[in-house]
């Protein structure tokens, strides 16, 4: 981008919304991967229309734009990889309405995900998908990556609440897609198209959200056991028993031990794995499914490893929790200066064999793996340790990633099922998708995107 392409933004956003110094850049040169990539200018946009005259002079002059939401994205999906324009949503963050009577919303993009569901809580509402980083990331990355969250068990996940959008194209047209009612089925369903596109097929400039009823009463139980086996046995066992969980969360013994300090227990020297388990809804229901769980654990002869089921006494508890849940990746690197942080899927049942897979595998190569997540709906969270400063430890932690990958494949999984491809899995994407899906999705960037100027260099490489 040179000096006067610079300038035609400038007169676009005004001064004032424009970053170029080099201090600035490099705030949005990098995202959760760690990896840097300096941007040429940095725009914060304050409606739709500036979006629009951005994209159609992206079009004429040809530099790429990357729409980047917090930066808190795990794969690289929001890195200005090629230089470029990073055009940042973080002006358009209002709540433009809550229907009560509908139970609809209308969002920007820039809007953090936890000050929008603690809005919607005040009415009665909720909005369930309710990814780690709440508390800072953004609605619109959100459905960029169409991401889940602990809730996704019960409730689902961000395309589960989208109704519609309004998308700037990379030419700079504007368009909608999807309704604001419970069904709509005219024509092609391209809401769904870019929920989790990455940012590589057009610019969310507005969210259409559906709401529920908030669930009146929650219980809260922890699960503690002394074989790790066991305790992903335990997670199929729940599910088929009837039990719908909020959240049924899983840690091992070393993302324990990472954020022993934030539980509100003393652990058992023998604690192997940790189960964290929700249940909700109104008063009758939840003491059922809370009886029903309980009963469950009690029997002891079947489930010979639990050293002991606790229930949270109260909120204060409860948040010490899910600040312990929540910490887990950040924690880990009191283990180790980097890691690999892979989201990869299962089957339920297939848990036991992925996670026995990773310490098997963690013992052959002699580093640090440990694994957490949303044990409900297969999606474990496997942190690969290294100092990539070793050359032989980085070796192995990216030996220890394509067998992970190989092996989640042979257990009918997937790559990913929150944090997207960005740059860090696009070269594994044909372990997933055979060369027909590719050759589709590469002729549908072509058509919305003809110059490869939105967010280059993503999913594909």
């Known amino acids: 981008m040179d000096k006067n392409t610079i300038k035609k933004i400038e007169a676009i956003v005004g001064a004032k919304h424009l970053a170029t110094a080099g201090e600035d850049l490099m705030c949005y040169s990098y995202d959760g991967t760690?990896?840097?990539?300096?941007?040429?200018?940095?725009?914060?946009?304050?409606?739709?229309?500036?979006?629009?005259?951005?994209?159609?002079?992206?079009?004429?002059?040809?530099?790429?734009?990357?729409?980047?939401?917090?930066?808190?994205?795990?794969?690289?999906?929001?890195?200005?990889?090629r230089g470029g324009l990073v055009l940042a949503t973080s002006r358009l963050n209002k709540i433009l309405e809550i229907d009560t009577e509908n139970q609809v919303a209308v969002v920007e993009p820039g809007l953090i995900t936890g000050q929008f569901q603690?809005?919607?809580?005040?009415?009665?509402?909720?909005?369930?998908?309710?990814?780690?980083?709440?508390?800072?990331?953004?609605?619109?990355?959100?459905?960029?990556?169409?991401?889940?969250?602990?809730?996704?068990?019960?409730?689902g996940v961000t395309?589960?609440?989208?109704?519609?959008?309004?998308?700037?194209?990379?030419?700079?047209?504007?368009?909608?897609?999807?309704?604001?009612?419970?069904?709509?089925?005219?024509?092609?369903?391209?809401?769904?198209?870019?929920i989790g596109s990455e940012g590589t097929l057009g610019i969310i400039s507005k969210i259409v959200v559906r709401l529920i009823a908030l669930p009146s009463h929650k219980k809260t139980f922890l699960v503690l056991t002394e074989n790790l086996h066991q305790a992903t046995v335990l997670v199929s066992e729940i599910l088929k028993s009837g039990i719908i969980p909020k959240t049924l969360e899983y840690m091992d013994g070393t993302a324990?031990?990472?954020?022993?300090?934030?539980?509100?227990?003393?652990?058992?020297?023998?604690?192997?794995?940790?189960?964290?388990?929700?249940?909700?809804?109104?008063?009758?229901?939840?003491?059922?499914?809370?009886?029903?769980?309980?009963?469950?654990?009690?029997?002891?002869?079947?489930?010979?490893?639990?050293?002991?089921?606790?229930?949270?006494?109260?909120?204060?508890?409860?948040?010490?929790?899910?600040?312990?849940?929540?910490?887990?990746?950040?924690?880990?690197?009191?283990?180790?200066?980097?890691?690999i942080s892979e989201d990869v899927v299962v089957p339920r049942s297939k848990i036991p064999l992925l996670v026995d897979f990773t310490e098997k595998l963690s013992q052959e190569l002699g580093i640090v793996i440990l694994t957490f997540g949303h044990a409900g709906d297969g999606n474990?969270?496997?942190?690969?340790?290294?100092?990539?400063?070793?050359?032989?430890?980085?070796?192995?932690?990216?030996?220890?990633?394509?067998?992970?990958?190989?092996?989640?494949?042979?257990?009918?999984?997937?790559?990913?099922?929150?944090?997207?491809?960005?740059?860090?899995?696009?070269?594994?994407l044909s372990l997933e998708l055979d060369e027909t899906s590719l050759a589709l999705m590469g002729k549908i960037k072509l058509l919305f995107d003809p110059n490869n100027i939105l967010n280059p260099g993503k999913i594909f490489t």
């Open 256 to 339: 324990l031990s990472v954020v022993n300090d934030y539980l509100p227990l003393d652990l058992p020297q023998r604690t192997r794995a940790l189960l964290l388990i929700e249940v909700d809804g109104d008063d009758k229901s939840t003491a059922e499914q809370g009886e029903k769980l309980l009963e469950l654990l009690a029997d002891r002869k079947k489930y010979p490893s639990i050293l002991e089921v606790k229930q949270a006494k109260n909120e204060s508890e409860v948040e010490n929790l899910w600040k312990a849940r929540k910490s887990i990746s950040p924690a880990t690197f009191k283990l180790r200066p980097h890691k």
């Open 380 to 428: 474990i969270h496997v942190n690969i340790m290294v100092d990539k400063d070793n050359r032989d430890e980085n070796d192995k932690g990216r030996e220890a990633q394509k067998k992970l990958f190989n092996h989640v494949m042979t257990l009918n999984g997937t790559l990913s099922g929150e944090h997207g491809v960005g740059i860090t899995k696009a070269p594994f």
């Open 118 to 155: 603690a809005a919607v809580r005040k009415e009665g509402l909720y909005y369930p998908p309710d990814p780690a980083s709440s508390d800072f990331c953004t609605m619109g990355g959100n459905v960029a990556e169409c991401s889940g969250g602990p809730s996704a068990v019960k409730y």
């Open 34 to 81: 760690g990896m840097e990539f300096m941007p040429d200018a940095v725009a914060f946009p304050g409606s739709a229309a500036e979006i629009c005259f951005i994209m159609e002079l992206a079009n004429q002059e040809l530099f790429p734009v990357i729409p980047r939401g917090a930066g808190t994205g795990m794969t690289g999906g929001s890195l200005p990889v």
């Open 159 to 194: 395309r589960d609440y989208v109704l519609g959008l309004e998308v700037i194209l990379p030419d700079g047209s504007l368009m909608h897609t999807g309704v604001r009612t419970a069904k709509g089925v005219v024509g092609y369903d391209l809401t769904r198209l870019f």
